[in-house]
């Protein structure tokens, strides 16, 4: 048995799955995604050209083929439904405002990209390039987007926070109508019309009957929850193992209903994030290493190794229809994006968006075989189909980089405080002690004097100048607090000036009333009495915890874990210096009690307690980012210094 078994393939898939995304990162710094040249070496090693890995490899094709399912069940973990429950805003009305919302702007992109996919399809069949029969197929086809394209690009990318979730969205959308389309196309065309249509409903409606029960079963069985609670961490990874098993079972439903998979792989996400919707828990991070880290590359490698090309140049037709699904399929995208995208995030990021979109692979390698199978589309129509999801797989994730810019580099991430009076000095000094590295943008000419004896790094100048703005290193800003919010329209005016720059830039501020106009531009304000009331209420409940997080000098502060070195270690794998330790750990809301077992993930926030000259050093090392050391200054444990 073991002889028959060549593992020659996996190795070599195995080894370019490495040395890939280094080798395209160390090249490009991001620029080009690994997927893409994920798809390239495929293509190289693969059949279209040294034909090392092949078809006939039945392990290799099931391994992509698993890796495809478990991409896709990646996706619908990535569904934020807290996004998607919130309330547009008393602002609905206006298109910047509603658009913001993952689940208006997604459904509005669905709308407008038929519709003009449509319109270009009638024209092509006017032209002679295909027939008015061909329509419904080809318009389910290109309306789809490559998803598991999009949510490994967007994966590096989470400098796009809500926009980003407007794509994921979008493209869930596009890909779920176009999956059930063709499942009814070709039904109708091998059956005309019969009950077996209605079986693809069958896959959302598991869904809701699974969160029916979990949540049913959960508080008249509470064992169940509290059994797989226990055994979540040991050697049964029972919450693993349950999560597969979902992707399995909605995956075989998917094929009793007569749909691709898919899109029950794609459910079987979602009800994970419904069952558990904690982003950035032990389980997904469990869940996305074992992804990333062997399947998903499998099946990007395996697609591009084989992807029928020749059937594209084995007639001219091909050759004369994929300019123009080109066309479509980048146009058909690109303009709905002017409409659905660029009136909440502007022209730059929205165009970079519909950019994205226009990646269509994995529907046009299933459905593209279907339709040919059904006789609906000829050999050259299905091979332009083919040359044209190659060729959007690779252009899509470019165009997007080059439009949108490269990533904010982590390794130079800061709060930017904008104002100069005696709230930003208190500010900037908690942050300091905290291990935040800090910009001050005071618009007063005579600031210099008032920073420089305290340590704060500062810049003077106009916020609303861009030459200031870019002085502070704007895109490389985490978070920017406007301290100075007397005048509510100087700080929209700063929030409009600073976005021009950094269109994703988080804006944090204080009111002393409601005011819409922050609400329309997506600053966070937080309500003076609110946050006034919350601090009594603090020191009269917690006393203790509330004179610790008074003194900046306590020893008691929170953290962001930036360092990669401490990426998946846990606790008792960390050598602490000095009297440390971590009392709590929360990960995207969610909080618990540190224990030696306990593992850390990057953005995690950790309390630390204990010495305050230890803490301020481990505040460091957790916060060290690239090239950066932080280091004590040794007149006053609450301040860093910059070295390089």
Known sequence: MEESLDFTPLLLVSVLAVVVPFVAWRLTGGLVPAVVGEVLVGILFGEPLLGIITRDNEWLTFLGLFGFAYLMFLSGLEINLSLLGQSPGRRWYIPGVALRHPLISGTVLLALVVVFTYVALHLMSTVGLITSSQIPMLLFILIATAVGVIVPVLKDRPDLGRMGQSLLVGGFLLEFVAIVGVGVVAALEREGISWKIFLILSVPAALVLMVWLSRFGSGRFPIIPKTMHELAQTSSQLKIRASLALLVIFVALSQVAGTEMVLGAFVAGLAVTVVSPRHGSSLRGKLDALGYGFFVPIFFIHAGATLDLGAVFDSADSLILVPVLLLVAFGAKLAPSLLGLVPAWGIRPGL?????????????????????????????????????????????????????????????????????????????????????????????????????????????????????????????????????????????????????????????????????Q????????????????????????????????SDPESGLVEVEVLNPAFDGQTLREIDFEGDVRVLVVMREGESSVATGDTSIFMHDRLTLAGEPAAVAMMSGRFQQRGRHRWLIDVRTTSRFERKI
């Open 352 to 516: 970079a968006g519909g950019s994205l979109l226009s990646a269509n692979l994995s529907l046009v390698l299933a459905a593209g075989a279907i339709a040919a199978d059904l006789g609906v589309i000829d050999d050259g129509l299905h091979g332009a189909l083919l040359l044209m999801a190659l060729l959007t797989t690779v252009l899509a994730p470019l165009m997007f980089s080059t439009i949108a810019g490269r990533a904010p580099d982590q390794g130079d991430g800061h709060t930017l405080i904008v104002g100069g009076n005696d709230l930003a000095k208190t500010l900037s000094e908690r942050l300091m002690a905290g291990g935040r590295r800090v910009i001050v943008l005071d618009p007063d000419p005579n600031a210099a004097a008032r920073w420089d004896p305290l340590g704060v790094e500062s810049v003077v100048g106009d916020p609303l100048d861009a030459l200031t703005l870019i002085s502070v290193r704007l895109l490389q800003t985490d978070v920017a607090v406007v301290v100075d919010s007397g005048d509510p329209d100087r700080v929209m005016a700063y929030t409009r000036s600073m976005r021009r720059i950094h269109p994703t830039l988080r804006v944090v501020t204080w009111t002393s009333e409601h005011n819409s």
């Open 518 to 549: 922050f609400e329309h531009l997506d600053v966070e304000a937080h309500s003076l009495s609110d946050v006034t009331a919350l601090a009594l209420e603090e020191a009269v409940l917690r006393p203790g915890l509330h004179a610790a997080r």
